[in-house]
């Protein structure tokens, strides 16, 4: 059984820095492609960051020059600079795992809040 277990958000001012990281637990072969994704209220899931096995990184327009994708094996840190209330919404972290059987399956942290006051 994998799980990912997302930790690090909370209720951070506007102008400050936070950083969450995402562990896969479990048994699995190798993590490939890691993200996070976020959901504010009223709006759709929308890509924060992608980083590969390579350390290839990708990021959403929105976020560009202030979120930071970085890995160490199977665990996925992102960090936020200079954030404002419209970075307020549910992070969560995405992974490819590749099981012992070499199947892929994605899979979904349980989502940490991120809430930014002004």
């Known amino acids: ?11 951070v001012q506007a102008g ?17 492609v890691m993200g996070w994704y976020r959901q504010a209220p009223g709006k759709q899931r929308e890509l924060v960051a992608t980083i590969t096995s390579g350390e290839i990184t990708n990021s959403g327009d929105s976020v560009k020059g ?3 994708i970085s890995r160490d094996r199977s665990t996925a840190l992102l960090h936020i600079d200079s954030l404002t209330p419209e970075d307020t919404a549910v992070y969560y972290c ?15 942290g349980q989502g940490t809040q991120v809430t930014v006051s002004s």
């Open 66 to 68: 202030r979120f930071f």
């Open 16 to 32: 400050g820095s936070l950083e969450l990281s995402c562990a896969v637990n479990g048994i699995f072969f190798r993590v490939n």
């Open 94 to 108: 995405t992974a490819d795992v590749e099981t012992p059987e070499l199947s892929h399956r994605d899979y979904w």
């Open 1 to 11: 059984q994998v799980q990912l277990v997302e930790t690090g958000g909370g209720l």
